[in-house]
């Protein structure tokens, strides 16, 4: 049973997301929107929406499953005949029909992964039919390309692309393989999956520059290179070969994204915004900042240090850890600390000044880098979060965004992703641990 706060802001919310489907397709006709002549996202921010104040006080636990429930059923609805999801085209970002859209990699993987967390398998579930479609369409996608490839689709220019950047699709389908292969398979599809994982792994490791910074990168393309650290992050601790190298030089370009000394945030890879840049760089160094916490725990266990000791550099190298490593894991630490205070002010959770995409993976990286760093503020972090989404979804029981990334498939996927969390606790802290 919705509650009448909930009704009236979907009512709202159904209006402004009618106007704005206007808006666009009026715009569209008369300039079509390209990488060329975009400007931003300006074009969606008129619409605005509801207040961000009061997010934790709307939300009451008991009412966050049927949220669930609704956004669930919508998803399960939104899925085409090939087993796909589609977010649709940069070019016509006022689409909101789940089903007037072609299907690609990236949105089918996030919509898979919200039905997977959710508590669906290929076994049980009320849509195991859905992931079964899903998996299919995603393994038929990798296994068609060839090793020379730069993606793992033909598909150009949808919405996810464009705005995240063009490897997007092998890096949140690496994600979703990553996170199937700790499930039960039987050995013919647990193979096909581990194989499909190697070849995207591989994609995402080949499009890594020299600085850490995936290639093809989108408007706002430090998500692209944060997930895309997750994605292998993810793909190691299922057993996939991982090129150190790379990894480290994604962390690294992801760290550097904040400045501990200065506190300042780069957001030139975040079109400006500092959400974007403070989520990515908690998430990049939320692992490392896990060991260097559980190092000085051991030694203050072991009595090799005092109880109100700190990381620092020089407390870990007390404890024997190299000069270089004791630097990296106390600058991880601090990073992460640092920008994950930042990612949780009402100011910067205010993204690019309303909800789109973008704004709700960061508020998911955000989520999972506490999770990944056993961090037990994620559930301060969750009480809030939760709050704003149920604030803001719609009555249908889908969310959409209001700037850049649009397509309510992606944002309710997202959406259910950070909803059902709690259920994925166990998966996200073993890619916290060595």
């Known amino acids: 049973m919705k509650t009448k706060a909930k009704i009236l802001v979907s009512v709202a919310t159904m209006v402004m997301v009618s106007a704005t489907a206007l808006y666009l397709n009026k715009s569209i006709e008369k300039e079509p929107l390209t990488a060329t002549n975009e400007k931003g996202c300006v074009f969606m921010t008129t619409f605005g929406e509801q207040s961000s104040e009061g997010y934790a ?5 008991e009412n966050i499953q049927p949220v669930v429930n609704d956004g669930l059923v919508w998803l399960g609805k939104a899925q085409l005949e090939n087993g796909g999801y589609g977010a649709g085209s940069h070019n016509r970002q006022g689409q909101m029909n789940p089903h007037a859209v072609n299907t690609d990699p990236a949105t089918t993987a996030m919509a898979a992964m919200a039905l997977l967390r959710s508590g669906s398998t290929l076994k049980k579930g009320a849509y195991k039919e859905q992931l079964k479609k899903a ?14 490839d730069a993606f793992i689709t033909s598909e150009k ?10 490897n997007i699709d092998a890096v949140l389908t690496a994600q979703f393989f990553s996170n199937l292969l700790k499930e039960e398979l039987d050995t013919k599809t647990k193979k096909r999956v581990e194989a499909s994982l190697d070849i995207c792994v591989d994609k995402i490791q080949r499009a890594t520059d020299a600085d850490g910074k995936i290639k093809g990168a989108g408007w706002a393309g430090v998500l692209q290179s944060g997930l895309a650290t997750s994605a292998l992050e993810s793909a190691g601790s299922v057993g996939a070969n991982l090129d150190e190298v790379v990894i480290a030089s994604q962390k690294n370009y992801l760290k550097n994204n904040y400045d501990e ?3 300042s945030v780069r957001t030139t890879d975040g079109a400006g915004v500092i959400l974007y840049s403070v989520s990515n760089s908690a998430r990049g160094s939320a692992k490392d900042a896990r060991k260097a916490k559980e190092l000085i725990a051991k030694a203050k266990k072991e009595g090799k240090l005092n109880e109100d000791d700190k990381v620092t550099v020089e407390n870990l190298q007390d404890i024997g850890i190299s000069e270089s490593e004791a630097i990296a894991y106390t600058s991880s630490y601090n990073v992460y600390n640092a920008s994950k205070q930042q990612a949780q ?15 709700f993976l960061s508020f998911l990286q955000t989520g999972e880098s506490m999770v990944v760093n056993d961090d037990n503020d994620w559930k301060n972090w969750y009480d809030n979060i939760s709050g704003r989404l149920m604030k803001i979804q719609n009555e249908d029981g889908s969310w959409n965004g209001h700037h850049c990334i649009t397509s309510p498939v992606f944002c309710t996927a997202t959406s259910l992703l950070i909803l059902s969390i709690e259920n994925d606790i166990e998966n996200l802290k073993q890619t916290g641990e060595d």
């Open 261 to 263: 000394k200065s506190e």
């Open 345 to 359: 002010r009402n100011d910067v959770m205010a993204g690019f000044g309303n909800n789109g995409g973008e704004e």
């Open 135 to 148: 998996l299919s369409f995603l393994l038929n996608q990798v296994e068609s390309v060839s090793k020379d």
């Open 57 to 61: 006080q709307f939300k009451i636990k």
């Open 157 to 166: 220019g949808t919405q996810i692309q464009s705005k995240l950047g063009n």
